[in-house]
């Protein structure tokens, strides 16, 4: 950086150079022409020719003026013209209903969040128990579940195998969202479709989930009860404001909190088996 004393020496040096250019061409009797610099362009000479703020001004209308007119803006008519680009990927609105994300789960016992004895004391009486129960190490019971979902997330297809347990003793079958070991909310609640000793009688279920499935189970559970147990929160900690959609489902299984739980005469708090439900990688 220059000093201050060899900025003012340099000043003076160069306005002194222009003082005697004028006194000659006066004596001379010459016209004196334009001067060859103002004093905003001397002190820009003298810190090492840095352009004013009037220069700068000039220079980025000048680029402003040259630039292109940008792709996104209209013509003088208001009118945007297409792309005549193609798209990255062929468009097929058919495809929206070939399937597209596929989660798998397998239910174990010991994925459930506890043993019923831990079941808490108010718990209403359709989530308690009325068979005794088995602890998770002794459980038999195990499955095999598949949640795919549409490309346009119109629907979900939802398959499942189980062994080990009596078909009888199945007493509620969901799908809940919630992290492993948390007692989440209820997505969807396959008994509102229809009859599970019936859809279990093979040991396979094997259903089609809608955006009407996911609204039918907000609207079952009343009271404050339902307002925690039914229904899965678009945001955490905001439960009133709830999933309505095959989409919002999805996002929550993306997440990693989504899982099946099957419930039995047994084990009807925490659920028979669980499974935490993984995204497959195709």
Known sequence: ??????????????????????????????????????????????????????????????????APMSHM??????????L?????????????????????????PHQEGGEEEDTPALTPSQFKSTAPSVSRNERPS???????????????????????????????F???????????????????AGDLQEYWADDILALEVTNEDILAATAHGEGLVGAFTAGCPIVAGVPLDKVKTISGMETIARKGELYFNLHTKGQTFFGDIRGKLQLVER
Do not use: W
């Open 1 to 66: 950086m220059i000093s201050l004393r060899k900025y003012a020496q340099k000043r003076h040096t160069v306005v002194s150079t222009a003082a005697v250019v004028t006194i000659l061409f006066v004596l001379s009797g010459c016209q004196m022409p334009a001067p060859p610099f103002t004093d905003d362009q001397v002190q820009a000479a003298a810190v090492g020719g840095e352009a004013t703020g009037a220069d700068v001004e000039t220079e980025q209308e000048a680029e402003s003026a040259e």
């Open 73 to 82: 803006a209209a013509s003088s008519d208001g009118h945007r013209a297409e």
């Open 84 to 108: 005549d680009m193609e798209s990255p990927i062929e468009l097929d609105p058919s495809r929206g209903q070939e399937i597209g994300a596929v989660f798998e789960a397998f239910l174990s």
């Open 142 to 172: 195990h499955g095999h579940g598949v949640l795919s979902f549409t490309n346009d997330l119109s629907s979900a297809y939802v398959h499942v195998a189980i062994e080990g347990v009596k078909t009888e003793d199945i007493v509620m």
């Open 174 to 192: 969901h799908i809940h969202c919630g992290r492993p070991g948390q007692l989440g909310p209820i997505i969807v609640d396959f008994a509102l």
